[in-house]
């Protein structure tokens, strides 16, 4: 499988997603990946590594998309930037997924200018792994498509479904709408038709109607469907959330506690771990002919590498070929 890496993708590129490129290769020989980058820095950062395998190699791109920067802006004063050549060469049939930890809207934009999506699907969209405390759940969207319409979000739920079940291990996953109220009948026209489009799905069986947010975390729902708009803030409430928890927990608990503090602290460790984003790797942009993993910006290598290790299990698991068959369905 061959991947195109965005390594100037990143706070802290190219460093971390050359040494996270090394990893996964390491770990996983069938893979190949491409660094699509600036050819002098990277130099430098493979220097620092010692050499490069065979199975890497450098696609030479110019220009970077910064963090702050208007991603349709960046993208048509950049055309060869990093972002834009992952896409070039999946769409070319030179890569078979993109990862990147670069600016989002860019990742997205440039996606959409490819055209690459599945038949049948009108949007593509982010998916997101949420901690629950039964496990976990995946929300989508959670920024691909701000303004999304009905027929979008019905997609999200078939598409978050086959996520939910061949990277989750759910057999028969539970898929509700993020909406204000459970009752039928809550929201906006948005929500109304969504909702009656979802009673009629391929899915119609798992669908369990209108969830609100706290749903969330109590694990009683398995694909959470939302706009990109709210999605994203759900996302960035919740890393934010959790870092505040886990700190003011475990300060006031470490002030407490007289004996076993290392067990104690190797608790909060733990806790850490489970709910930090470099586990996951990144999220996925489901919808798309081909694979795509968005990374968070401050990745680092063990991020990168576990974003390289996911699109290897969305290709090994044929996520795609799902998706298609229940869209196929729909439209049966």
């Not at 049939?93 to 997205?108: F, K, L, P």
């Not at 699907?121 to 039964?134: C, E, L, N, S, Y």
């Not at 369990?208 to 996302?235: M, P, S, T």
């Not at 927990?249 to 190797?266: F, H, I, S, W, Y």
Request: with cysteine.
């Amino acid at each position: 499988m061959r991947i195109a890496l965005d390594a100037m993708g990143g706070d802290f590129a190219p460093g971390p997603n050359v040494v996270g490129a090394l990893e996964a290769v390491e770990r996983n020989p069938k893979l190949e990946i491409l660094l699509v980058g600036d050819r002098a820095r990277l130099d430098e950062e493979i220097a620092k590594a010692g050499s490069l395998p065979d199975s890497v190699r450098i696609i030479e791109s110019v220009g970077v998309v910064g963090m702050e920067e208007k991603p349709t802006t960046a993208l048509r004063e950049k055309p060869n930037c990093s972002i834009a050549r992952c896409w070039q060469l999946m769409a070319a049939g030179d890569a078979d997924a993109v990862v990147s930890a670069g600016n989002t809207g860019a990742v997205v934009a440039a996606g959409l200018r490819t055209r690459l999506f599945l038949k049948g699907v009108k949007r593509p969209g982010i998916a997101v792994r949420m901690p629950t405390v039964k496990g976990s759940c995946v929300l989508i969207d959670v920024g691909a498509n701000p303004a999304a319409r009905a027929e979008h979000l019905a997609q999200y739920g078939l598409m978050g479904a086959v996520f939910a079940r061949e990277l989750l291990g759910v057999k028969s996953p539970r898929v509700g709408l993020l909406n204000i109220g459970s009752e039928e009948g809550k929201g906006t026209d948005l929500y109304r038709e969504t909702h009656s489009l979802l009673v009629n799905s391929p899915i119609r069986n798992q669908y369990i109607g209108n969830v609100e947010g706290r749903d969330v975390y109590h694990g009683d729902v398995d694909v959470i469907i939302c706009e990109g708009f709210v999605g994203n803030v759900v996302l960035k409430v919740s890393e934010g959330m959790a870092e505040f928890v886990l700190k003011a927990v475990g300060g006031a608990l470490m002030k407490e506690l007289t004996g076993e503090r290392d067990l104690a602290t190797q608790v909060l460790a733990t806790l850490t771990e489970q709910f930090h984003y470099q586990e996951s790797g990144g999220a996925p942009l489901l919808g798309i002919d081909g694979i795509c993993i968005i990374c968070h910006g401050s990745s680092d290598h063990r991020s990168i590498r576990n974003a390289l290790r996911m699109a290897a299990e969305i290709d090994n698991r044929h996520i795609n070929a799902q998706i298609m068959e229940l869209l196929g369905q729909q439209n049966s």
